[in-house]
């Protein structure tokens, strides 16, 4: 069965680095997504993408994130300036056209510590 | 808001136990609701999901009903098995046009031997 794929599975930066975390999407899906988790609490919604631009995101999402999507099967969370409060796990997910309950595939997701 | 509500963790059970893990929803809509399970070291994985009120959905031995009456969609399993431990994550499915699902914090299952 496809699936999500992701690396690097551990990232371990200094405060204040700028981080690039990649997903590759299953090769058919239109809409993609990340999604943080800290430790201990739920996963946080942060960006969708459809059709190479952000149809929507969170109040997390904020001008220290940035997505793209730079070949036809790569797709990036740039994190600037990365915080102590940045670490978390960082998952990818897409999901093929269809209806807005179609369920979305994750990748086994980015473990970032930020030092 | 949209809103999950799930039973604190650790849930411990032995194996072949009978299991409940509750979960409600606060919702402006009809959501479709999910269950998905994350397990050690991996993404979040579909479970099961129901669409519409009084739809149960079901998958490897576990169940979910969706109550609109009590806003509720608690997962159960008759037997649970050792493999079975891991995080269980209740969502509400997008509503008014959004496709991004709200999780609840999660509820980690332990079956021991």
């Known amino acids: 069965e496809p699936e999500v794929t992701q690396t690097p599975s551990h990232q371990v930066t200094q405060m204040g680095q700028e981080v690039i975390l990649r997903c590759v999407p299953i090769s058919n899906h239109l809409y993609f997504y990340w999604y943080r988790q800290i430790l201990g609490q739920k996963v946080e919604f942060l960006v969708s993408?459809?059709?190479?631009?952000?149809?929507?995101k969170s109040e997390i999402f904020d001008d220290q994130f940035s997505v793209e999507r730079p070949d036809g099967s790569n797709f990036t969370l740039k994190i600037r300036s990365t915080k102590l409060e940045d670490s978390a796990m960082y998952f990818c997910?897409?999901?093929?056209?269809?209806?807005?309950?179609?369920?979305?595939?994750f990748g086994d997701g980015t473990r970032l510590s930020i030092l | 808001g949209n809103s999950v509500t799930q039973m604190e963790g650790p849930v411990t059970l032995s194996e072949e136990a009978f299991l409940t893990i509750n979960c409600t929803y606060t919702a402006t809509g009809y959501p479709s609701l999910f269950w998905y399970v994350q397990y050690p070291g991996e993404g979040l994985q579909l479970l099961l999901k129901a669409t519409k009120a009084d739809d149960k959905g079901s998958n490897k031995g576990f169940e979910a009903t969706y109550r609109k009456e009590t806003t509720s969609f608690h997962l159960e399993k008759g037997s649970v098995q050792v493999s079975d431990s891991a995080v269980y994550f209740c969502?509400?499915?997008?509503?008014?046009?959004?496709?991004?699902?709200?999780f609840g914090r999660g509820t980690s299952l332990i079956v021991h031997p």
């Open positions: 997910a897409s999901r093929g056209a269809g209806t807005r309950n179609q369920p979305q595939h």
């Open positions: 993408f459809y059709n190479n631009e952000i149809s929507e």
């Open positions: 969502a509400l499915g997008g509503l008014g046009g959004s496709y991004i699902p709200t």
